[in-house]
């Protein structure tokens, strides 16, 4: 404590660029120390109002880690700062959000609970309508790099919990504490509902002998496989965050890279940016969790669809135009360091036809076709 204490208002001299877990008596400690150092800032011979410094969170200050003894690579974010001020017009605003949250959050941790950010948007609604109207809002002076930057401290921590959209199927047992063992095979096609809390997720026991971990975008997808059982077919974990994949789908993932080290994971996604960005996630992270991203990232290979896939099996008429939002994400794409020339390449040859094509154009061989797809790329080990 007494570090912190002697460092400046929010510790952004330490230049830790992660985020820590922490118990709630930690947080609300650092949530204290924060108030009183501004307070004697307020407060001291020549009165001032403290700067908030931030780490920047844009892809000029993110870098890459890269494991040297696995394939592991995430993003983190460098010792770039910008800074919220009271004074300036642009920012004073954000500066009083995070003071807002801060102040709700501390609330939330004394009385022990947990609440989604969508919950949190709806007090902050209420009790301070000046300076909250959008849930946009709420999320970036959170997970922005404001407030969990500040503090040094991941959302989770901050009593914030995920809202999980993600399920789970196939060769999986699962055991919450004190609770019956979930066998993940005969969930049907909706699967097993991944839970939003981070800390039941880490007490999760499992068990398995599959042989792969298939990440689906798509839920209906998703859907398809598990009510074709795949799994009987092809030993293997179906898992999917229904799109962009939320925080706890990511946990769960990264966790089961942990436990089964030996199980390789394959994304099956659409053929356009958005799916790859989609599948980079999982694999990397992203910049707006550089602080926290290498805990949720894992090695995702790239099983599907890629453009040999396109030009084999897709007819010209299943195709559909690139919208301005795709060509949007592939140009961020191709920016970005992190991304292997393989990817690259995959972009390029969708910005360069202008097409696009879904996972559900295979069902033009039968609807039966996609497990058969599925089994030849693994046992061709076809995959980025």
């Not at 060509?327 to 390029?348: G, R, T, W």
Request: net charge neutral; hydrophobic share 40%; with cysteine.
């Amino acid at each position: 404590m007494g570090e912190f204490c002697r460092s400046t208002i929010f510790f952004s001299d330490q230049h830790l660029c992660y985020a820590d877990i922490l118990p709630p008596s930690q947080v609300r400690a650092r949530i204290e120390v924060a108030v009183l150092n501004f307070l004697k800032a307020l407060s001291s011979n020549s009165p001032s109002i403290s700067d908030l410094s931030l780490i920047s969170r844009n892809s000029s200050n993110s870098r890459v880690s890269r494991g040297l003894l696995t394939g592991d690579s995430w993003i983190f974010l460098s010792h770039s700062f910008c800074m919220r001020s009271l004074t300036r017009e642009n920012s004073a605003k954000s500066f009083i959000r995070v003071w807002k949250v801060m102040e709700m959050c501390y609330q939330i941790l004394v009385q022990e609970k947990r609440v989604t950010q969508r919950e949190l948007y709806y007090k902050l609604l209420c009790d301070s309508p000046d300076y909250f109207t959008s849930q946009l809002q709420v999320n970036r002076t959170i997970q922005g790099t404001d407030l969990v930057a500040l503090l040094r401290c991941s959302r989770y921590s901050l009593g914030i919990m995920a809202s999980s959209r993600g399920a789970i199927a196939g060769r999986l047992l699962l055991q919450e504490p004190d609770k019956e063992v979930v066998d993940c095979s005969t969930c049907g096609s909706s699967g097993y509902a991944i839970s939003g809390d981070l800390e039941l997720l880490e007490k999760l026991t499992m068990e398995t002998d599959a042989r792969y971990i298939i990440m689906v975008e798509k839920h209906a997808i998703f859907q398809r496989l598990a009510e074709d059982r795949v799994f009987n077919q092809i030993p293997c974990i179906l898992i999917t965050a229904k799109g962009f994949p939320d925080i706890a789908t990511r946990f769960l993932l990264h966790r089961m890279c942990q436990m089964f080290p030996n199980l390789p994971v394959l994304g099956l996604v659409d053929w356009n940016p958005a799916g790859l960005a989609i599948l980079c996630t999982f694999k990397f992270g992203s910049i707006g969790m550089g602080l926290e991203a290498y805990r949720y990232a894992c090695n995702v290979k790239w099983l599907g669809l890629r453009k040999d896939d396109i030009n084999q099996l897709i007819p010209e008429e299943c195709l559909v135009h690139l919208k301005p939002r795709d060509l949007q994400i592939a140009k961020s794409l191709m920016s970005s360091e992190i991304l292997q020339d393989s990817y690259k390449e995959e972009v390029a040859a969708m910005v360069q036809s202008g097409r696009r094509a879904e996972i559900e154009a295979l069902y033009c061989h039968g609807y039966d076709y996609l497990v058969k797809f599925l089994a030849t790329k693994i046992v061709q080990a076809n995959y980025l």
